[in-house]
């Protein structure tokens, strides 16, 4: 069975600008998370989409959203980038239909630099 | 709210010593409780997960046992291999995070041939 997959795998971008990362889950997961990993925060959750419905939500400004598509392939966006919006983004999949013992599995990751 | 304290890094050991890395954990409920891998420029990879306490999970050589008592999830091995070189996050989650994980710092594993 294929992983998890993102694309693209690095990004360059400058401030102000946008961006939108792609992720395309296990086959049969219904449930996509966004963990955002940098050097001084660690891993920090972003937000969950199950079923095209924004599940649950970490605290990001809402300047980072996202969206779930009907084959459950999700895509993160950003908006207004700044430096500090400089990651790896990380993607993962769950079956979701129970979340006390659903396993996540992760994607490589997109690095974004912001310059 | 939920936290997950590990051990700081890095960690040097040489070849086929005995691996312990500490991860102690804060939780209302009864969480789950993980071990992910990071290797240099890739993504996590679940190495191994308890559902409960006293559940021992194990994977490629490496254990941990969830002690409830001690609120801990101390990662093993026996004997470890220049392969094993990596970032280790020990993590949890329960309905206090609404199941989403969450994460200690990370402790960098560096085996020395």
């Known amino acids: 069975k294929a992983g998890v997959t993102q694309t693209p795998r690095y990004l360059i971008k400058t401030r102000g600008q946008q961006v939108t990362l792609s992720c395309s889950p296990i086959?049969?997961?219904?449930?996509v998370s966004w963990y955002q990993q940098t050097p001084g925060q660690g891993l920090q959750f972003l937000f969950e989409?199950?079923?095209?419905?924004?599940?649950n939500k970490g605290n990001f400004p809402g300047r980072f959203s996202g969206r779930q598509f009907s084959n459950s392939r999700s895509e993160m966006n950003v908006s207004t980038l700044e430096l500090g919006d400089s990651a790896l983004y990380l993607c993962?999949?769950?079956?979701?239909?129970?979340?006390?013992?659903?396993?996540?599995?992760f994607g490589p990751g997109t690095r974004l630099t912001v310059l | 709210g939920d936290s997950v304290t590990q051990m700081e890094g890095p960690v040097t050991l040489s070849e086929e010593a005995f691996l312990t890395i500490n991860c102690t954990y804060t939780?209302?409920?009864?969480?789950?409780l993980f071990w992910y891998v990071q290797y240099p420029g890739e993504g996590l990879q679940l190495l191994l997960k308890?559902?409960?306490a006293d559940d021992k999970g194990s994977n490629k050589g490496f254990e941990a046992t969830y002690r409830k008592e001690t609120t801990s999830f101390h990662l093993e091995k026996g004997s470890v291999q220049v392969s094993d070189s990596a970032v280790y996050f020990c993590?949890?989650?329960?309905?206090?995070?609404?199941?989403?994980?969450?994460w200690g710092a990370g402790t960098k594993l560096i085996i020395k041939p």
């Open positions: 993590a949890l989650s329960d309905w206090d995070s609404n199941y989403q994980l969450i």
């Open positions: 308890a559902t409960k």
């Open positions: 989409y199950f079923s095209e419905t924004q599940r």
């Open positions: 939780a209302t409920g009864y969480p789950s």
């Open positions: 086959s049969g997961h219904r449930s």
């Open positions: 993962a999949s769950s079956v979701g239909q129970n979340p006390s013992t659903d396993t996540q599995y």
